[in-house]
Each structure stands twice: as structure tokens, then as C-alpha cells.
């Protein structure tokens, strides 16, 4: 934790649970826990439902006159379709039309905002869309992000935050939780129906024994960071740099990678121009020079995180994230791969070096509820 200069108000308890409160995005969070089993959580999460401290997500509020200005420069959605309860994934560029991050966006009031962002340069983006413009910009570190997700999540809440069962998928409510003020989103970072409870620093430890003391018997249990990468994974779900070329560099490129590289293009919202990088996103469109895509490999045998990837012998790519799923019973990658093996069922093979080689095939993401069925879905 030398690196670390924020702090979760649930540190004892991830202590307790036995992790050593590794640094990401300069707050101690649990990547691990020794006293319990990454399988078991995945399950849980797929099954009934986990808890997880999500606090180290970086919380930006925006409110003033030229706040959705602001937003409109710094992102690639258009905010003037969004109305105050609902939400919204979007992107952020440089000037060569590069990611830089990736963020949810809450509106919540005609002029008021709240960003939230990962590692990358979210903060430094919209400080610099609003140096000179009429807008408060505040970094919030009290408000601590609870991350319950899995089918069972609703259930749970339902007994406790009224309305919750007709929240639609990316919407929130203010509401409270236990007596205590809370934000609700039905959001998530695992392809299940889930939900994050931003609560106050202060009522954030209360709420999570509550949670986990309550929810123990229908199977609610905590769960570490890393779970994440088990359900990101099978859900296509990219986690910066992790994914991209600050963590696998280009041999003859600078770092930075395109929406179109990575899939995310989605994210501009239809014949949006004047956000920081539009002219070069669109002018890098069709000049991949790589792909995000999917891999199947064959046994239960999992590749590390930079494990190669080659065809016909020759090194081609690289997987960036990779996972067995003891629920569906196949092991699956996300992978950087040359722009003519993006297609679905491609021989290639992966050579790990703890597992050897390994086959592999190529496929389409999200592999594990392609149709987006669970997250979604109503009542």
C-alpha cells in the first residue's frame, strides 16, 4: 500500500477476511482473501449473489450551468438525452482520438452530475472541459461504493429499498438503506442483474456487516476485487490498462489504442462530433491495427495475463485476460489479436508458460449470456 493516499472506511474488514489491501488507483483494495475461495465467490455471484467494496472507483461530481457541457466535451455520449435518474457507459479520448478511460455517467438533476471512473485519466479530462466554464467540479472520496451483484441481489433488497424490483438497468433512485441516505444504481461490473449502493464513508462499514449478516443465509457472501476478472472475462467487460497497449506496447507504436480496436465504439453516441478526439476517431475508423476478441481454449488449463498467442507457429497476439468458469465448464480469454483472426473460429494456440501450449479458437464476445438477458432484466 505504499502508493495508496485514499482509504475505504471497510479496511478492518477486509483485513480480517485476510488480504493485505493491494494498491489500485491509489486506494488499498482487496485483491484477495485468504480465508475463502475465488471459485466459490464466482459461483455466488452467478448463482445467488457476492458483496464487494468498489470504493476505489474514482466519484467526480459536476454540477453549474456548463456541466453538461463539460460532460459533452470530456465523453462520447451525448448528455442532452439524458435525463436525471438514469445513467449511462461512455468513453474519453486524447487528441489523437486514443482511449484514455472509460466512466459511468449519472445525471442526477438538470445541472448536476456524478462521474465515475476508473485508473485512467478521467479526472484530468474533466478538470481540463471545465477550466474557464461555469462549473463546480468536486473529487469525492467519502462516498464509498457497495457493489451487490448476482440474480439474488433484488430479492434481498426489495426488503429493504422500496421500488428497487422496477429499477430499470442503468437507473438510479435516491433513496436510503438501513436508515442511512444511499444513491442506488442497478449497474454492475459482472454481466449480472446487480446493483451499487453509494453510501456515506461513515455508514458504509454498517451496511456491509448488515448486508453480509442478513443476506448469509440465502447465500450472500463478500467478495474480492478479482472476482471481477473471472465475470468480466465471460462477460466482455474491458478493464483499463489491463486490456490495452499501456500494458502490452506496441513494438513500433506509442501507447494508445482506438475504439474501434477495442470494441468500444458503441459508445459514441450517433453522429456526435465536438468531443475531445472525434475528428481522429472517426478518421482511424477501418485502420485497425488490432482487435479485442475471443478465445476458447480447450481443457480447464488457465494462461496467464501476457501468455502469446500464436498462428501457424508465429506469435500473433496476446491474452489479456483469461478464466475457468466452474459453472459452465469452459475456459475462455480476451485477447489482442491481428485484424483477419477476429473472426469467429480461427485455429490458433496459446503458449503458457505454466501449461504449455494450449489450443485455442477464436470467438465472439460476450461469451457467457450473449443477448445480455440477465443483466436486464425486469421485475
Not at 495508496?4 to 482487496?30: I, K, P, Q, V, Y
Not at 491481428?338 to 501450449?357: F, K, M, Q, W
Amino acid at each position: 500500500m505504499t502508493n495508496s493516499w485514499r482509504f475505504s472506511t471497510l479496511s478492518d474488514r477486509h483485513r480480517a477476511l485476510g488480504s493485505d489491501l493491494e494498491d489500485w488507483s491509489g486506494m488499498g483494495t482487496a485483491w484477495s482473501y485468504a480465508k475463502s475461495d475465488p471459485d466459490a465467490e464466482y459461483m455466488a455471484i452467478r448463482t445467488k449473489a457476492g458483496l464487494m467494496d468498489v470504493s476505489g472507483l474514482k466519484k467526480v461530481h459536476l454540477s453549474g450551468p456548463a456541466a453538461s457541457h463539460v460532460i459533452e466535451r470530456a465523453t462520447t455520449r451525448n448528455i442532452e438525452k439524458l435525463m436525471p435518474g438514469r445513467s449511462v457507459y461512455a468513453t474519453m479520448l486524447n487528441d489523437g482520438g486514443k482511449f484514455i478511460d472509460d466512466c459511468v455517467i449519472y445525471r442526477t438533476g438538470p445541472n448536476a452530475f456524478m462521474v465515475v471512473h476508473g485508473s485512467g485519466q478521467g479526472h484530468e479530462q474533466l478538470s481540463m472541459a471545465a477550466s474557464g466554464r461555469d462549473v463546480s467540479l468536486r473529487f469525492d472520496d467519502n462516498l464509498h461504493d457497495l457493489s451487490l451483484q448476482g440474480p439474488l441481489a433484488v430479492d434481498y433488497l426489495q426488503k429493504h429499498v422500496p421500488g428497487i424490483r422496477d429499477l430499470p438497468y442503468f437507473a438510479h433512485l435516491q433513496t436510503s438503506i438501513f436508515g442511512k441516505p444511499a444513491m442506488i444504481s442497478r449497474t454492475g461490473y459482472t454481466g449480472e442483474r446487480g446493483y451499487e449502493l453509494f453510501v456515506r464513508g461513515q455508514d458504509a462499514p454498517m451496511i456491509w456487516d448488515r448486508i453480509l449478516e442478513e443476506g448469509a443465509e440465502t447465500g450472500i457472501i463478500p467478495c474480492r476485487f478479482t472476482t471481477l476478472d473471472m465475470l468480466r472475462t465471460e462477460s466482455y467487460l474491458l478493464f483499463f490498462p489491463y486490456d490495452n497497449s499501456e500494458m502490452y506496447p506496441f513494438e513500433n507504436d506509442p501507447c494508445g489504442d482506438t475504439l474501434w480496436e477495442l470494441g468500444l465504439d458503441f459508445t459514441v453516441s450517433p453522429g456526435k462530433t465536438g468531443f475531445r478526439g472525434a475528428d481522429e476517431h472517426y478518421r482511424l475508423k477501418g485502420k485497425e491495427r488490432f482487435k479485442i476478441w475471443g478465445l476458447k481454449l480447450e481443457g480447464d488449463k488457465v494462461p496467464g495475463n501476457g501468455a502469446p498467442v500464436y498462428r501457424d507457429g508465429q506469435k500473433v497476439g496476446v491474452v489479456t485476460q483469461a478464466m475457468h468458469s466452474p459453472l459452465n465448464n469452459w475456459t475462455v480469454a480476451i485477447a489482442r489479436l491481428p485484424v483477419d483472426c477476429a473472426i469467429v473460429g480461427t485455429r490458433l494456440s496459446v503458449n503458457c508458460a505454466t501449461h504449455g501450449e494450449i489450443a485455442a479458437t477464436t470467438s465472439a464476445m460476450p461469451f457467457f449470456d450473449p443477448e445480455k438477458k440477465r443483466r436486464t432484466a425486469k421485475g
